[in-house]
């Protein structure tokens, strides 16, 4: 779908003339963003994820553990890809993933702006992350019910699994069945291909990694986990027990998924808010007024990452309670809407 000036296109039923998001958010988003972004300390912020990846790439090349590596928490085909990376690679992965991020973009200049401005976008690219590409293959699994529009996100997980993403891998199986399938194979596929080429080994070091957990007081995680361990669990349960009240809505709870990934993990990054941001064109459609509302709560997650998530539930429930459900409508949309 487009987005031409106050022209939204819907899905297949009526055009209407509604005000989108990025009118509202877009001088806020480029100026707070790059201030911001500006403040942080290149020396320690940036490229900090990519350099683990290749340096657990480094280890792994060697013959040695690249769980030794610390703060390397992805599956073992990211040490291949680690790997595979030069040194000054970090200019290259900026470049892609910002143009990844525009090509999501509705065609508007205020939605090109918040585009390359959101907090979330900055973050990920900031730190040399893989979150932007996971939300591109996310995209591509909303567009079409199949089995083939599955498997890049299937693949993407199981080799860098996210937390975040497992309210939209619900969204996906009760309104994408096919595609859910999709997710499965793709993931499973690399992952039995990396356990016999690689060893299972590495899945059992990986796996205790895992389960041993991180400290969540570290200067990047942005959740209520950094001030309260528990409460930032709690958090995480009432976040997807509100997605899955949701759910049936293919827009509202779509975007429910989507905050409700800002809250997953025992960590939260501001990276997480690039999820909803990819997702707002398909909720405005139905729910125009409320999606400004809620993009004016993600900027809020350079100052708070779990009160921006918060308010935005709040709004999307609210939202969500004075819509009448219309069956019909509902599946109808659900097979078309597919993202910007």
């Known amino acids: 779908m487009t987005l031409k000036g106050t022209r939204f296109s819907s899905f297949g039923t009526k055009t209407v003339r509604r005000t989108p998001p990025w009118r509202i958010v877009g001088l806020v988003s ?54 595979l990376l030069s040194p000054n690679v970090w200019v290259a992965w900026a470049a892609a993933e910002l143009a990844m991020a525009i090509a999501l973009a509705p065609r508007s200049v205020p939605a090109l702006l918040v585009a390359v401005t959101w907090p979330g976008v900055l973050s990920d690219v900031a730190l040399g992350n893989v979150t932007v590409v996971l939300v591109v293959a996310a995209m591509l699994a909303m567009r079409h019910d199949r089995l083939a529009a599955g ?46 080429l690689l060893g299972p080994s590495l899945y059992v070091q990986f796996l205790e990694v895992i389960l ?53 993990g025992t960590y939260a990054g501001i990276y997480s808010t ?20 809620v993009a004016l709560c993600g900027l809020l997650s350079w100052w708070s990452l779990w009160v921006a998530g918060a308010l935005a539930l709040a709004v999307i429930a609210w ?15 659900g097979q078309t809407a597919g993202g910007p």
């Open 212 to 264: 041993r957990g991180v400290d969540p007081r570290f200067v990047g995680n942005s959740g209520l986990s950094y001030l309260w361990p528990l409460g930032g669990a709690l958090a995480w349960l009432a976040s997807a027990l509100a997605a899955i009240l949701l759910i049936r809505r293919p827009e509202a709870g779509l975007m429910a998924a989507a905050v409700a990934g800002t809250f997953a």
């Open 30 to 83: 480029v100026l707070g963003g790059l201030a911001v972004f500006v403040s942080w300390h290149p020396s320690t912020w940036v490229s900090l994820d990519l350099t683990r990846v290749a340096a657990a790439g480094a280890e792994w090349h060697a013959g040695r553990d690249p769980y030794a590596v610390g703060g390397f928490l992805y599956a073992p085909p990211m040490a291949v890809v680690g790997a």
């Open 319 to 333: 939202s969500a309670i004075r819509d009448p459900l219309d069956p019909q409508n509902d599946a109808a949309l």
């Open 151 to 196: 498997v890049p996100l299937g693949v993407a997980l199981a080799a860098a699994p996210k937390p975040m993403f497992l309210m939209l891998l619900l969204w996906l199986l009760v309104h994408r069945r096919r595609t859910f399938w999709g997710v499965v194979a793709g993931g499973a596929s690399l992952t039995l291909a990396a356990a016999l």
């Open 274 to 293: 690039t999820l909803p941001l990819a997702v707002l064109p398909l909720y405005h459609h139905r729910f125009a007024k409320a999606s400004r509302y």
